[in-house]
Protein backbone atom coordinates (compact mmCIF):
# COMPACT_ATOMS: atom_id res chain seq x y z
CA UNK A 1 0.00 0.00 0.00
CA UNK A 2 1.34 3.49 -1.12
CA UNK A 3 -0.06 4.94 2.77
CA UNK A 4 -1.88 7.80 0.70
CA UNK A 5 -5.35 8.73 1.98
CA UNK A 6 -8.41 6.89 0.45
CA UNK A 7 -11.65 8.81 -1.05
CA UNK A 8 -14.82 7.27 -1.87
CA UNK A 9 -14.62 7.50 -5.84
CA UNK A 10 -18.06 5.54 -7.28
CA UNK A 11 -17.76 2.18 -6.15
CA UNK A 12 -14.21 2.06 -5.38
CA UNK A 13 -11.96 4.09 -2.60
CA UNK A 14 -8.94 5.84 -4.37
CA UNK A 15 -6.16 7.64 -3.53
CA UNK A 16 -4.25 10.68 -5.26
CA UNK A 17 -1.76 8.25 -7.14
CA UNK A 18 -4.36 6.72 -8.88
CA UNK A 19 -4.80 3.19 -6.60
CA UNK A 20 -8.18 1.95 -6.10
CA UNK A 21 -9.96 -0.24 -4.51
CA UNK A 22 -13.48 -1.91 -5.24
CA UNK A 23 -16.14 -2.09 -2.45
CA UNK A 24 -17.88 -5.49 -2.96
CA UNK A 25 -21.42 -5.24 -3.09
CA UNK A 26 -22.01 -7.33 0.82
CA UNK A 27 -20.61 -3.60 2.14
CA UNK A 28 -16.55 -4.11 2.82
CA UNK A 29 -13.75 -2.79 0.79
CA UNK A 30 -10.54 -5.00 0.19
CA UNK A 31 -7.19 -3.30 0.73
CA UNK A 32 -5.35 -6.04 0.03
CA UNK A 33 -2.98 -5.43 -2.96
CA UNK A 34 0.10 -7.23 -4.24
CA UNK A 35 1.41 -10.84 -3.08
CA UNK A 36 -1.19 -13.12 -0.94
CA UNK A 37 -0.48 -13.06 2.51
CA UNK A 38 1.15 -15.72 4.22
CA UNK A 39 -1.68 -15.40 7.17
CA UNK A 40 -4.69 -17.75 7.26
CA UNK A 41 -7.91 -16.37 7.83
CA UNK A 42 -11.20 -17.40 9.37
CA UNK A 43 -13.06 -19.42 6.56
CA UNK A 44 -16.96 -19.12 6.00
CA UNK A 45 -17.04 -22.21 8.57
CA UNK A 46 -15.69 -20.58 10.90
CA UNK A 47 -17.58 -17.20 11.11
CA UNK A 48 -21.06 -18.84 10.57
CA UNK A 49 -19.70 -20.78 13.80
CA UNK A 50 -18.73 -17.54 15.63
CA UNK A 51 -21.95 -15.90 14.57
CA UNK A 52 -23.84 -18.57 16.25
CA UNK A 53 -22.23 -18.15 19.45
CA UNK A 54 -22.34 -14.48 19.49
CA UNK A 55 -26.12 -14.72 18.76
CA UNK A 56 -26.48 -17.12 21.47
CA UNK A 57 -24.92 -14.51 23.84
CA UNK A 58 -22.70 -16.91 24.87
CA UNK A 59 -19.59 -14.99 24.95
CA UNK A 60 -21.99 -11.63 26.57
CA UNK A 61 -19.68 -11.48 29.96
CA UNK A 62 -16.78 -10.74 27.67
CA UNK A 63 -18.39 -8.37 25.02
CA UNK A 64 -19.37 -6.51 27.93
CA UNK A 65 -16.23 -6.16 29.62
CA UNK A 66 -14.36 -4.48 26.35
CA UNK A 67 -17.06 -2.21 26.04
CA UNK A 68 -16.74 -0.97 29.28
CA UNK A 69 -12.99 -0.56 28.80
CA UNK A 70 -13.84 1.48 25.40
CA UNK A 71 -16.01 3.81 27.29
CA UNK A 72 -17.50 3.81 30.32
CA UNK A 73 -18.81 6.77 32.68
CA UNK A 74 -15.69 6.69 34.90
CA UNK A 75 -13.28 6.76 31.56
CA UNK A 76 -15.23 8.16 28.62
CA UNK A 77 -14.22 8.21 24.79
CA UNK A 78 -13.59 12.18 24.35
CA UNK A 79 -13.95 14.44 21.34
CA UNK A 80 -17.49 14.62 19.19
CA UNK A 81 -16.56 11.67 16.54
CA UNK A 82 -14.15 9.04 18.39
CA UNK A 83 -12.71 6.53 16.11
CA UNK A 84 -12.54 2.98 17.79
CA UNK A 85 -10.49 0.08 15.75
CA UNK A 86 -10.99 -3.76 16.03
CA UNK A 87 -7.94 -5.02 14.52
CA UNK A 88 -9.04 -8.88 13.76
CA UNK A 89 -12.75 -8.19 14.36
CA UNK A 90 -13.86 -11.24 13.13
CA UNK A 91 -17.77 -10.98 12.45
CA UNK A 92 -17.85 -7.01 14.22
CA UNK A 93 -19.62 -8.16 17.61
CA UNK A 94 -17.14 -6.66 20.15
CA UNK A 95 -17.09 -3.46 18.06
CA UNK A 96 -20.76 -3.27 17.57
CA UNK A 97 -21.46 -3.50 21.48
CA UNK A 98 -18.73 -0.89 21.82
CA UNK A 99 -20.48 1.32 19.18
CA UNK A 100 -23.90 1.35 21.32
CA UNK A 101 -22.09 2.49 24.02
CA UNK A 102 -20.37 5.43 22.27
CA UNK A 103 -23.09 7.12 20.21
CA UNK A 104 -21.31 9.85 18.07
CA UNK A 105 -18.16 7.31 17.18
CA UNK A 106 -17.56 5.44 14.23
CA UNK A 107 -15.81 1.68 14.12
CA UNK A 108 -13.43 0.15 11.42
CA UNK A 109 -13.38 -3.21 11.50
CA UNK A 110 -10.49 -5.06 9.99
CA UNK A 111 -10.28 -8.50 8.65
CA UNK A 112 -8.13 -10.82 6.71
CA UNK A 113 -10.93 -12.22 5.80
CA UNK A 114 -13.69 -11.26 3.29
CA UNK A 115 -16.20 -13.79 5.35
CA UNK A 116 -15.50 -11.86 8.77
CA UNK A 117 -15.58 -8.56 6.83
CA UNK A 118 -19.17 -9.31 5.27
CA UNK A 119 -20.43 -10.33 8.34
CA UNK A 120 -18.85 -7.01 10.00
CA UNK A 121 -20.23 -4.57 7.57
CA UNK A 122 -23.63 -5.79 8.54
CA UNK A 123 -23.26 -5.66 12.34
CA UNK A 124 -23.71 -2.18 13.02
CA UNK A 125 -24.68 0.69 10.76
CA UNK A 126 -21.39 2.94 12.26
CA UNK A 127 -18.40 -0.12 11.31
CA UNK A 128 -16.82 1.35 7.90
CA UNK A 129 -15.60 -2.97 7.10
CA UNK A 130 -12.10 -3.72 5.44
CA UNK A 131 -10.29 -6.42 4.35
CA UNK A 132 -6.41 -5.96 4.80
CA UNK A 133 -3.34 -7.74 6.71
CA UNK A 134 -2.55 -6.39 10.37
CA UNK A 135 0.74 -7.39 9.59
CA UNK A 136 1.27 -5.11 6.91
CA UNK A 137 0.38 -2.09 9.06
CA UNK A 138 -3.49 -0.86 9.62
CA UNK A 139 -4.76 1.40 7.32
CA UNK A 140 -5.51 4.13 9.42
CA UNK A 141 -3.76 7.13 9.25
CA UNK A 142 -1.46 8.13 12.42
CA UNK A 143 -2.47 9.79 15.84
CA UNK A 144 -6.24 9.53 14.59
CA UNK A 145 -7.89 6.65 16.65
CA UNK A 146 -8.72 7.15 20.09
CA UNK A 147 -9.52 3.25 20.66
CA UNK A 148 -7.97 -0.10 19.05
CA UNK A 149 -9.29 -3.63 20.00
CA UNK A 150 -7.51 -6.86 20.28
CA UNK A 151 -9.62 -9.50 21.12
CA UNK A 152 -8.13 -12.93 20.40
CA UNK A 153 -6.44 -11.60 17.10
CA UNK A 154 -2.96 -10.55 16.30
CA UNK A 155 -1.60 -7.97 17.99
CA UNK A 156 0.46 -5.38 15.90
CA UNK A 157 2.06 -3.23 18.78
CA UNK A 158 3.73 -0.43 16.47
CA UNK A 159 1.16 -0.07 14.27
CA UNK A 160 -1.00 0.16 16.82
CA UNK A 161 0.68 2.83 18.42
CA UNK A 162 1.49 4.93 15.07
CA UNK A 163 -2.43 4.90 14.82
CA UNK A 164 -3.57 5.96 18.34
CA UNK A 165 -3.60 9.32 19.57
CA UNK A 166 -1.68 10.67 22.20
CA UNK A 167 -3.78 9.00 25.42
CA UNK A 168 -5.47 7.09 23.17
CA UNK A 169 -6.58 3.34 24.25
CA UNK A 170 -5.78 -0.11 23.42
CA UNK A 171 -7.83 -2.74 25.02
CA UNK A 172 -6.80 -6.59 24.81
CA UNK A 173 -8.26 -9.78 25.25
CA UNK A 174 -6.32 -12.70 25.94
CA UNK A 175 -7.61 -16.30 26.57
CA UNK A 176 -5.94 -17.81 30.34
CA UNK A 177 -5.02 -21.24 30.59
CA UNK A 178 -8.34 -22.21 31.95
CA UNK A 179 -10.35 -20.97 29.08
CA UNK A 180 -12.71 -23.82 27.97
CA UNK A 181 -10.64 -25.84 29.74
CA UNK A 182 -12.83 -28.93 30.36
CA UNK A 183 -13.33 -29.40 26.67
CA UNK A 184 -9.42 -28.01 24.97
CA UNK A 185 -8.58 -31.51 25.01
CA UNK A 186 -11.53 -33.43 24.45
CA UNK A 187 -12.50 -31.37 21.18
CA UNK A 188 -8.73 -31.01 20.08
CA UNK A 189 -8.76 -27.07 20.68
CA UNK A 190 -5.04 -25.51 21.10
CA UNK A 191 -3.95 -25.37 24.48
CA UNK A 192 -3.26 -21.71 26.04
CA UNK A 193 0.29 -21.43 26.82
CA UNK A 194 1.07 -20.13 30.68
CA UNK A 195 2.99 -16.72 30.66
CA UNK A 196 0.66 -14.86 28.06
CA UNK A 197 -0.07 -11.89 30.29
CA UNK A 198 3.94 -11.69 30.67
CA UNK A 199 4.80 -11.68 27.56
CA UNK A 200 2.25 -9.20 26.50
CA UNK A 201 3.11 -6.33 29.57
CA UNK A 202 6.27 -7.10 27.88
CA UNK A 203 5.23 -6.00 24.26
CA UNK A 204 3.49 -3.01 25.13
CA UNK A 205 6.35 -1.74 27.66
CA UNK A 206 7.63 0.59 24.88
CA UNK A 207 4.67 2.43 23.86
CA UNK A 208 2.10 1.87 26.18
CA UNK A 209 1.10 2.24 30.22
CA UNK A 210 -1.15 -1.19 31.05
CA UNK A 211 -3.89 1.13 33.38
CA UNK A 212 -6.34 -2.55 34.54
CA UNK A 213 -5.67 -6.17 33.33
CA UNK A 214 -9.01 -7.87 34.69
CA UNK A 215 -10.01 -11.57 35.09
CA UNK A 216 -13.07 -12.02 33.60
CA UNK A 217 -14.84 -15.82 34.25
CA UNK A 218 -18.01 -17.37 33.28
CA UNK A 219 -19.50 -20.66 33.79
CA UNK A 220 -21.70 -22.00 30.69
CA UNK A 221 -23.86 -24.93 29.61
CA UNK A 222 -23.27 -26.41 26.07
CA UNK A 223 -25.14 -28.71 24.64
CA UNK A 224 -23.24 -30.73 21.32
CA UNK A 225 -23.88 -27.86 18.28
CA UNK A 226 -22.65 -25.42 20.72
CA UNK A 227 -19.77 -27.15 21.49
CA UNK A 228 -18.72 -27.71 18.19
CA UNK A 229 -19.40 -23.98 17.50
CA UNK A 230 -17.19 -22.78 20.04
CA UNK A 231 -14.03 -25.25 19.07
CA UNK A 232 -15.01 -24.52 15.62
CA UNK A 233 -14.86 -20.61 15.51
CA UNK A 234 -11.02 -20.84 16.58
CA UNK A 235 -7.64 -22.47 15.00
CA UNK A 236 -9.42 -25.90 15.34
CA UNK A 237 -11.14 -25.04 12.79
CA UNK A 238 -8.03 -24.76 10.41
CA UNK A 239 -7.00 -28.75 11.36
CA UNK A 240 -10.51 -30.62 11.84
CA UNK A 241 -13.68 -30.92 9.82
CA UNK A 242 -16.98 -29.77 11.40
CA UNK A 243 -18.13 -33.12 10.92
CA UNK A 244 -14.67 -34.43 13.60
CA UNK A 245 -15.66 -32.03 16.05
CA UNK A 246 -19.26 -32.39 15.76
CA UNK A 247 -18.39 -36.12 16.40
CA UNK A 248 -16.27 -35.59 19.99
CA UNK A 249 -18.78 -32.99 21.18
CA UNK A 250 -21.70 -35.86 20.70
CA UNK A 251 -19.87 -38.17 22.55
CA UNK A 252 -19.10 -35.46 25.30
CA UNK A 253 -22.49 -34.06 25.48
CA UNK A 254 -24.34 -37.85 25.44
CA UNK A 255 -27.36 -35.43 24.32
CA UNK A 256 -27.38 -33.30 26.93
CA UNK A 257 -24.95 -30.55 28.01
CA UNK A 258 -21.77 -29.98 29.41
CA UNK A 259 -20.50 -26.97 31.53
CA UNK A 260 -17.32 -25.21 30.07
CA UNK A 261 -15.49 -22.19 31.62
CA UNK A 262 -14.49 -18.97 30.16
CA UNK A 263 -11.62 -17.35 31.18
CA UNK A 264 -10.03 -14.43 29.62
CA UNK A 265 -7.92 -11.33 31.08
CA UNK A 266 -9.26 -7.73 29.00
CA UNK A 267 -6.12 -5.20 29.68
CA UNK A 268 -6.76 -2.04 29.36
CA UNK A 269 -3.79 0.11 27.79
CA UNK A 270 -2.90 3.99 27.29
CA UNK A 271 -0.49 5.03 24.76
CA UNK A 272 2.11 7.56 26.21
CA UNK A 273 2.71 11.08 24.86
CA UNK A 274 5.51 11.38 21.83
C1 LIG B 1 -9.76 -15.90 16.87
S1 LIG B 1 -10.44 -14.79 15.69
C2 LIG B 1 -11.09 -13.48 16.72
C3 LIG B 1 -12.12 -12.63 16.00
C4 LIG B 1 -12.83 -11.59 16.90
N1 LIG B 1 -11.91 -10.63 17.44
C5 LIG B 1 -13.56 -12.31 18.00
O1 LIG B 1 -12.99 -12.47 19.08
O2 LIG B 1 -14.69 -12.74 17.77
C6 LIG B 1 -9.02 -14.05 14.97
C7 LIG B 1 -9.38 -13.11 13.83
O3 LIG B 1 -8.20 -12.50 13.34
C8 LIG B 1 -8.26 -12.54 11.92
N2 LIG B 1 -6.87 -12.47 11.44
C9 LIG B 1 -5.92 -13.45 11.52
N3 LIG B 1 -4.76 -13.01 11.01
C10 LIG B 1 -4.98 -11.73 10.60
C11 LIG B 1 -4.17 -10.75 9.98
N4 LIG B 1 -2.89 -10.99 9.69
N5 LIG B 1 -4.72 -9.54 9.69
C12 LIG B 1 -6.03 -9.30 9.98
N6 LIG B 1 -6.85 -10.19 10.58
C13 LIG B 1 -6.33 -11.39 10.88
C14 LIG B 1 -8.98 -13.82 11.57
O4 LIG B 1 -9.53 -13.83 10.28
C15 LIG B 1 -10.03 -13.84 12.68
O5 LIG B 1 -11.21 -13.18 12.32
Known sequence: MCAGVLDPDGRALGCERGHRFDLARQGYASLLAGKATAHRSDTAQMVAARARVFGAGLYDPIVTAVAQKVSSPRLPLTGDSPLIIDAGGG?????????????????????????????????????????????????????????VLSVFAPRNVADTARVLADGGRWVIVTPNPGHLAEVVGPLGMLRVGEGKQDRLSADLAAAFDVVSADRVTARRRLDTAQLADVAG??????????????????????????????????????????
Open 91 to 147: TGSYLSSALDRAPGATGVSIDLSKFCARAAARAHPRIVSVVADVWAGLPVCSGVADA
Open 233 to 274: MGPAGFHRSRSEIEADAGALARGGQVEVTLDVTVTLARRRSG
